[in-house]
């Protein structure tokens, strides 16, 4: 018997142009924006409320979207030359030291 194999398993997921965990992050950022639009809304202007709720949401996703520039998998990536210190005098290459007992 053959069976067919599903070669996509190992692909992260992929929604409306966010992968993986990025996912999570704009529904946060969508629930959040509702929650805190709601919230002020009822409690000063509604206008007020809807402005933050977009604002809110527009927000998020960017932040999301820039945050998944830079990878799934978040690396430290240090820009600039680094020259390691180099202190080679405590070695005697080829040079025996004297026992002083």
Known sequence: MDFPIYKGLQKPL???????KF???????????????GVVG?????AFGALLTVG??????YFT????KK???NKTRHRGVFLPPTNLTQYHYGKKEKDTL
């Open 65 to 68: 979207s820039r945050q998944q």
């Open 71 to 73: 990878g799934l998998h």
């Open 14 to 20: 992929i929604y409306k142009g966010f992968q993986g």
């Open 56 to 61: 809110t949401i527009a927000g998020g996703l």
């Open 23 to 37: 996912i999570g992050w704009g529904i946060a950022s969508m629930v959040l924006g509702l929650v805190l639009g």
């Open 42 to 46: 009822s409690l000063t202007d509604m």
